[in-house]
Protein backbone atom coordinates (compact mmCIF):
# COMPACT_ATOMS: atom_id res chain seq x y z
CA UNK A 1 0.00 0.00 0.00
CA UNK A 2 1.66 3.33 -1.17
CA UNK A 3 0.60 6.29 0.12
CA UNK A 4 1.78 9.92 -0.58
CA UNK A 5 3.06 12.27 2.28
CA UNK A 6 0.34 14.57 2.93
CA UNK A 7 -1.26 11.36 3.70
CA UNK A 8 0.76 10.36 6.63
CA UNK A 9 1.46 12.34 9.59
CA UNK A 10 2.32 12.37 12.85
CA UNK A 11 -0.72 12.97 15.71
CA UNK A 12 0.11 16.61 16.27
CA UNK A 13 -0.19 17.09 12.51
CA UNK A 14 -3.15 14.60 12.49
CA UNK A 15 -5.12 16.79 15.78
CA UNK A 16 -4.37 20.01 14.02
CA UNK A 17 -5.82 18.46 10.48
CA UNK A 18 -9.50 17.12 12.01
CA UNK A 19 -9.71 20.04 14.20
CA UNK A 20 -9.47 17.52 17.17
CA UNK A 21 -7.65 18.06 20.63
CA UNK A 22 -4.50 15.60 21.53
CA UNK A 23 -6.80 14.02 24.15
CA UNK A 24 -9.17 13.19 21.90
CA UNK A 25 -6.91 11.46 19.59
CA UNK A 26 -5.22 9.74 22.59
CA UNK A 27 -8.77 8.76 24.03
CA UNK A 28 -9.86 7.16 20.80
CA UNK A 29 -6.55 5.77 20.55
CA UNK A 30 -7.33 3.55 24.07
CA UNK A 31 -10.58 2.60 22.86
CA UNK A 32 -10.12 1.67 20.02
CA UNK A 33 -7.00 -0.72 21.91
CA UNK A 34 -9.06 -2.01 24.28
CA UNK A 35 -11.58 -3.19 21.88
CA UNK A 36 -9.13 -4.72 19.75
CA UNK A 37 -9.54 -2.31 16.73
CA UNK A 38 -6.38 -1.01 16.63
CA UNK A 39 -4.23 -4.07 15.31
CA UNK A 40 -6.63 -4.47 12.26
CA UNK A 41 -5.61 -0.92 11.69
CA UNK A 42 -2.06 -1.97 12.01
CA UNK A 43 -2.54 -4.73 10.34
CA UNK A 44 -3.96 -2.58 7.20
CA UNK A 45 -0.66 -0.50 7.20
CA UNK A 46 -3.12 2.36 8.12
CA UNK A 47 -1.32 2.92 11.77
CA UNK A 48 2.12 2.20 12.35
CA UNK A 49 3.43 2.43 16.09
CA UNK A 50 7.13 2.58 16.77
CA UNK A 51 8.69 2.25 20.52
CA UNK A 52 12.51 2.08 20.24
CA UNK A 53 14.07 -0.47 22.21
CA UNK A 54 14.66 0.56 25.74
CA UNK A 55 12.33 2.91 25.85
CA UNK A 56 9.23 3.76 27.62
CA UNK A 57 7.20 5.57 25.14
CA UNK A 58 7.21 5.18 21.11
CA UNK A 59 5.02 7.31 18.40
CA UNK A 60 2.39 6.68 16.20
CA UNK A 61 2.07 7.37 12.38
CA UNK A 62 -1.43 7.77 11.20
CA UNK A 63 -2.68 7.81 7.91
CA UNK A 64 -5.56 9.92 6.42
CA UNK A 65 -7.40 6.88 6.47
CA UNK A 66 -7.57 6.17 9.71
CA UNK A 67 -8.18 9.14 10.69
CA UNK A 68 -11.05 8.83 8.59
CA UNK A 69 -12.33 5.81 10.10
CA UNK A 70 -11.14 7.24 13.93
CA UNK A 71 -12.92 10.50 13.84
CA UNK A 72 -15.10 10.17 10.38
CA UNK A 73 -17.42 13.06 11.48
CA UNK A 74 -15.10 15.52 11.23
CA UNK A 75 -14.15 15.16 7.81
CA UNK A 76 -17.81 16.00 7.14
CA UNK A 77 -18.03 18.91 8.36
CA UNK A 78 -14.86 20.20 6.81
CA UNK A 79 -16.42 19.30 3.59
CA UNK A 80 -19.26 21.22 4.51
CA UNK A 81 -16.94 24.20 5.54
CA UNK A 82 -15.06 24.10 2.17
CA UNK A 83 -18.31 23.94 0.29
CA UNK A 84 -18.93 27.26 1.13
CA UNK A 85 -15.55 29.09 1.08
Known amino acids: MLFMLDEVMTPREACDRWGITQDALRMKIKRYK ?28 LTVEAMNLLFPKNIIEEKQKSHFL
Open 34 to 61: KEGMMNKLIEDGKIKYYKPEGKQRGEWI
